[in-house]
T-cell receptor, first 116, second 112 residues
């Protein structure tokens, strides 16, 4: 149980294009999903918290117009990196929280984004 | 706020020995702690968690110890195996905060 998937697992794009990453909870309903980015040999940095049906809450320093988050259903959240640049290249990981009475987050396998 | 730190960025142990990974947190209001294992190129995998009303919790080959007095927790892995090689992260949360604060990670290397 508590399986989270991400798609795609990796993507290479040209500078200036937009990339959409999907995060799905496969066997549970996730009222809250989280998006993280991770640079090589570093820890996870929370980008935003996404509650189903409402606007995402972004962490300080994260541009909400650049990293668009949509949490349209209890099993799907998407992160769109708009007008991507090489400095956006990173490992993007989502997590999902099962219900509201738990703090446990289950993570997806991550998406490696490379912007040329 | 909360900050979480790990005592050692790397740890090498002999196969079969026990491993102990340490973590410290700053916010005394933190009431939930969790350990994750991350293998190269993959997302973090849940290992074990503990709430502040407990000081010890055991899983399969793993034990988490929580010392609220000194704001310290540890992850013990018994009879370490090659498959345990990974980066281990501790994370903390406080009631109502929703989000987890992650430490920097400890890379565990198993020597044959």
């Amino acid at each position: 149980g508590a399986v989270v998937s991400q798609h795609p697992s990796w993507v290479i794009c040209k500078s200036g294009t937009s990339v959409k990453i999907e995060c799905r909870s496969l066997d549970f309903q996730a009222t809250t999903m989280f998006w993280y980015r991770q640079f090589p040999k570093q820890s996870l940095m929370l980008m935003a918290t996404s509650n189903e049906g409402s606007k995402a809450t972004y962490e300080q320093g994260v541009e909400k117009d650049k990293f668009l988050i949509n949490h349209a259903s209890l099993t799907l959240s998407t992160l769109t990196v708009t007008s991507a640049h090489p400095e956006d290249s990173s490992f993007y990981i989502c997590s999902a929280r099962m219900g509201t009475n738990t703090d446990t987050q289950y993570f997806g396998p991550g998406t490696r984004l490379t912007v040329l | 706020g909360e900050s979480v730190g790990l005592h050692l960025p790397t740890l090498s142990v002999q196969e079969g020995d026990n491993s102990i990974i340490n973590c410290a947190y700053s916010n005394s209001a933190s009431d939930y702690f969790i350990w994750y294992k991350q293998e190269s190129g993959k997302g973090p995998q849940f290992i074990i968690d503990i709430r502040s009303n407990m000081d010890k919790r055991q899983g399969q080959r793993v034990t988490v110890l929580l010392n609220k007095t000194v704001k310290h927790l540890s992850l013990q892995i018994a009879a370490t195996q090659p498959g345990d090689s990974a980066v281990y992260f501790c994370a903390a949360a406080y009631q109502g905060a929703q989000k987890l604060v992650f430490g920097q990670g400890t890379r565990l290397t198993i020597n044959p």
